[in-house]
């Protein structure tokens, strides 16, 4: 399985960006992507996944700002909205296989930046 990330940037607090992730390869076996970030120093944090059901889970932190969709070609996205400088990391897309609780596959994370 491979996961292609795309559409982090600058952006001023208030602001929104849209995170988008391909999945390519084998990709039958997968149940649940998601998107984790990370600031240097810290450890790798879970911000939001969805299962091929489309049941969710957010981090608390961006519940009610964040959201995580899944479309049929395989992509899935995060609209991030009303940003805060807090929320500044690389993020990267995940995928977990069947009965896995952690992810097994991961993207090559791209740079979300929040300032003014």
């Known amino acids: 399985v491979q996961l292609q990330a795309s559409g982090g940037g600058l952006v001023q607090p208030g602001g929104s960006l849209k995170l988008s992730c391909a999945a390519s390869?084998?990709?039958?076996?997968?149940?649940?992507m998601g998107w984790y970030r990370q600031v240097p120093g810290k450890q790798r944090e879970l911000a939001a996944t969805i299962t091929s059901r489309g049941n969710t889970n957010y981090a608390d932190s961006v519940k009610g700002r964040f959201a995580i969709s899944l479309s049929r070609d395989n992509m899935v996205y995060l609209q991030m909205n009303s940003l805060k400088p807090e929320d500044s990391a690389i993020y990267y897309c995940s995928a977990n296989t069947w009965g896995s609780i952690n992810p097994n596959y991961w993207g090559q994370g791209t740079q979300v930046t929040v300032s003014s």
């Open positions: 390869g084998s990709i039958f076996g997968i149940n649940t």
